[in-house]
């Protein structure tokens, strides 16, 4: 069966510093990768996604960046994170090469910036 | 571009009440329908989901129709109990081949 994987699950870091969250699958080949943001009482934000290793497409210009090393590992930079960067990060999944199937969401990465 | 729009939260209702979380959509085409749950400090879940009108999707006592005519996919539940407390959100499959796109969610209280 498929699982996929965020650490940290909480952090905190200061303005300024640098961020890297990682988020790997296991168990599928090939998968589509997403990065959400929930800021808190709010909606999902749709930040990257990605089809294959190397290939991004940003939703939302801002301070973060993604990458795709392997196949089945996605992950979120910032240089330099500013107090708005703040919230709740969700990885997730979908299989094959068509975007209407179903996502599977990780358990997600508590951010706090102070 | 497809939209979702999902009635305002907070829901609060009392252990074995009727649920109906409404959804309606916009959308080129014949969009596959979702709902994620997500419960406190949780990653998000697939609750059900229908691929073609008229598709009734069900899943935990749950269940939503998805209604071609109305463009709706609203979430009901016969008798609600205490952890089913969390937020629902509605979702579409995107324009073309684009990632699902997601209702803003409603909060649901069910207190005993």
């Known amino acids: 069966s498929q699982t996929i994987h965020q650490w940290p699950a909480t952090l905190v870091q200061p303005v300024g510093s640098p961020l890297s969250l990682e988020c790997t699958v296991e168990?599928?080949?090939?998968?589509?990768l997403y990065w959400y943001r929930q800021a808190a009482g709010r909606g999902l934000q749709l930040l990257f996604y990605?089809?294959?290793?190397?290939?991004i497409s940003s939703e939302v210009p801002q301070n973060l960046s993604a990458s795709r090393p392997q196949d089945r590992q996605f992950i979120l930079s910032s240089k330099k994170l500013l107090l708005s960067d703040s919230g709740f990060y969700l990885c997730?999944?979908?299989?094959?090469?068509?975007?209407?199937?179903?996502?599977?969401f990780g358990p997600g990465t508590r951010l706090t910036v102070t | 571009g497809n939209s979702v729009t999902q009635m305002e939260g907070p829901v609060t209702l009392s252990e074995e009440a009727f649920l109906t979380i409404n959804c309606t959509y916009t959308?080129?085409?014949?969009?596959?329908l979702f709902w994620y749950v997500q419960y406190p400090g949780e990653g998000l879940q697939l609750l059900l989901k229908a691929t073609k009108a008229d598709d009734k999707g069900s899943n935990k006592g749950f269940e939503a129709t998805y209604r071609k005519e109305t463009t709706s996919f609203h979430l009901e539940k016969g008798s609600v109990q205490v952890s089913d407390s969390a937020v629902y959100f509605c979702a579409l499959s995107g324009p073309g081949n684009t990632p699902l796109v997601f209702g803003k969610g409603t909060r649901l209280s069910v207190i005993a």
């Open positions: 959308a080129t085409g014949y969009p596959s």
């Open positions: 168990g599928t080949s090939n998968p589509n």
């Open positions: 997730a999944w979908s299989t094959g090469t068509d975007f209407s199937y179903e996502q599977y």
């Open positions: 990605s089809v294959g290793i190397g290939q």
